[in-house]
């Protein structure tokens, strides 16, 4: 069976790793570093940051003594990060790619994001994600927590279309519809809180099919994802979950799994809603 290194294509003909590195709160500094040191040491090769995070820096540290340790080159790695809703804007935009490219220790990005769908301003910062990829700063451009409409405003005035959209999905937030349209269109979905931020392992359900397969409730929700075509990029700081969360190419889910698993949305979301928040 395909393994950790399996990519999926964008719509540029880039490839993406279908897992990488979620440090959404992880500390800055050495905890960061050791996090994205521990993913590439044990097969990752994608690692999903922003500048919000504001661990920007030790996720380069990490990364750059992850390459020397593992005699690895940059382009076997795959670097997203994300601009934050107050740099939106053309010019600002474009200042915060540069203020995160410099921090991250690197000359590219693999991937870069508008983090949220900030009404009147996506627009003017999808532009100035279309001139930085023109550019060669960033090998793909997409935006993350934007719902239909928000898309297809942005899709009525791109030159570029958008190749991934990362949103909250999990069991308890199927996405369906959203995902749908995304096919349609061509637009990668990745995952985020794609273990609806730990609050998935006491769901019954989940339990016997992990039982089942004799793997943690984890693999089997991050199993589901990957059979749905779905990019994850799991959170965890300690090693033995960054390998647990990549010990899942070894087996499969039943189409009975999946349906189980399918039915167990509730459209509840551990995040903000895209279409009411106030940051
Ligand atoms: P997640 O679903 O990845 O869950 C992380 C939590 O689950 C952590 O507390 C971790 O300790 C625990 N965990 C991880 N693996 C486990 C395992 N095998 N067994 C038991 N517990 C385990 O949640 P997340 O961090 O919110 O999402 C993943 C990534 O998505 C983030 O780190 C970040 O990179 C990205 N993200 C993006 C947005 C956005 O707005 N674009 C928002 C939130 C997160």
Redesign the pocket.
């Known amino acids: 069976m395909n393994g950790i290194n399996n990519r999926v294509k964008l719509n540029n003909g880039l490839e993406m790793p279908v897992l990488g590195l ?4 992880v500390e800055d500094g050495q905890v960061v570093i050791d996090s994205v040191k521990a993913a590439i040491r044990n097969g990752y090769r994608s690692i ?3 500048a919000i995070y504001q661990n920007e820096e030790g996720v380069g540290q990490g990364i750059k003594e992850a390459l020397e340790e593992n005699g690895l080159k940059r382009e076997e790695l795959f670097i997203t990060s ?1 601009v934050w809703n107050a740099d939106l804007g053309y010019q600002s935009t474009l200042d915060a790619f540069e203020l995160s490219l410099k921090k991250l220790g690197l000359d590219y990005l693999d991937l870069y994001l508008i ?2 769908p900030v009404e009147g301003k996506f627009v003017e910062s999808w532009k100035a994600l279309e001139t930085l990829y023109k550019n060669g700063k960033v090998k793909a451009i997409g935006m ?2 934007f719902q239909i409409h928000h898309l297809k405003e942005v899709i009525a005035n791109a030159e570029i279309m958008p190749m991934v959209n ?1 949103i ?1 999905l ?1 069991p308890m937030l199927s996405q369906v519809e959203l995902r749908e349209f995304l096919k349609e269109n061509s637009i990668q979905v990745e995952a ?7 609050q998935l ?1 006491e769901n019954e359900t989940l339990q016997e099919i992990a039982n089942k397969h004799n793997k ?1 409730i ?1 693999q089997v929700v991050l199993r589901w994802h990957l059979q749905n075509g779905i990019v994850i ?4 700081i300690k090693e033995h ?1 960054i390998q ?2 990549a010990n899942i190419f070894d087996f499969e889910l039943t189409e009975e799994d999946m349906t189980l698993i399918n039915a167990l949305n509730q459209n509840h979301r551990v ?1 903000p809603d895209p279409d009411h928040f106030d940051f």
Request: no cysteine.
């Open positions: 979620g440090v959404f709160q999903d940051t922003a994300k983090h949220w993350s927590n990362q909250e999990h985020w809180a794609p273990l609806m931020q730990g392992f943690s984890a990029i799991p959170k965890s979950r647990e969360n995040g």
